[in-house]
T-cell receptor, first 112, second 115 residues
Framework: DQQVKQNSPSLSVQEGRISILNCDYTNSMFDYFLWYKKYPAEGPTFLISISSIKDKNEDGRFTVFLNKSAKHLSLHIVPSQPGDSAVYFCAASVAGGFKTIFGAGTRLFVKA | DAGVIQSPRHEVTEMGQEVTLRCKPISGHNSLFWYRQTMMRGLELLIYFNNNVPIDDSGMPEDRFSAKMPNASFSTLKIQPSEPRDSAVYFC?????????????FGSGTRLTVV
């Protein structure tokens, strides 16, 4: 049972445009949602997170939006840069617990 | 800090052999996680430790897999005997305390190939 789903295996975007990566979840008990970025031959690195009590969190070019009623979150990258080309993992956790559940990842290609 | 250190970076072994993957977490982090990445399943949580104690090993696929954390600075994931379907990238991650919005720190992973 996949509690965190990323239904798009890949996404291609032109440099300078917006990249939107989507994620759906099934467990309404999740308190935190996180995005990780992964380059080839490296481990995932934490990018940005959002608490379930918020609907938006912004950090530079990266913004995460949370729609709790739809159990959906998205990561917006504006403007997209070639260096943003990577696999992006959506993840979720319950506060005070120990484990984080990851989605399968979306590979983003930013074309110059 | 050097981050989470995993060894070896690559491992090629023959089916039936024992494989041991190693991890050194960030000093001061008290939670350690072993994940496996495959094309089909993405990042799967295998087992996690808190204060060197295994908390949940329900993600370990079979009895062939075992993990230990003898002290706060070292953990191993062992596969015995290994099979071709175990081929994947295995990641170790560590964090301070329980889950929140700060994320984990991952190692660079061990790419395991079982032939």
């Amino acid at each position: 049972d996949q509690q965190v789903k990323q239904n798009s295996p890949s996404l291609s975007v032109q440099e300078g445009r917006i990249s939107i990566l989507n994620c759906d979840y099934t467990n309404s008990m999740f308190d935190y949602f996180l995005w990780y970025k992964k380059y080839p031959a490296e481990g995932p690195t934490f990018l940005i997170s959002i608490s379930s009590i918020k609907d938006k969190n912004e950090d530079g070019r990266f913004t995460v939006f949370l729609n709790k009623s739809a159990k959906h979150l998205s990561l917006h990258i504006v403007p997209s840069q070639p260096g943003d080309s990577a696999v992006y993992f959506c993840a979720a956790s319950v506060a005070g617990g120990f484990k984080t559940i990851f989605g399968a990842g979306t590979r983003l290609f930013v074309k110059a | 800090d050097a981050g989470v250190i995993q060894s070896p970076r690559h491992e090629v072994t023959e089916m039936g052999q024992e494989v041991t993957l190693r991890c050194k977490p960030i000093s001061g982090h008290n939670s350690l996680f072993w994940y496996r990445q495959t094309m089909m399943r993405g990042l799967e949580l295998l087992i996690y430790f808190n204060n060197n104690v295994p908390i949940d090993d329900s993600g370990m696929p079979e009895d062939r897999f075992s993990a230990k954390m003898p002290n706060a600075s070292f953990s191993t994931l062992k596969i015995q005997p290994s099979e071709p379907r175990d081929s994947a990238v295995y990641f170790c991650a560590s964090s301070l305390g329980r889950t929140g919005g700060d994320g984990y720190t991952f190692g660079s992973g061990t790419r395991l190939t079982v032939v």
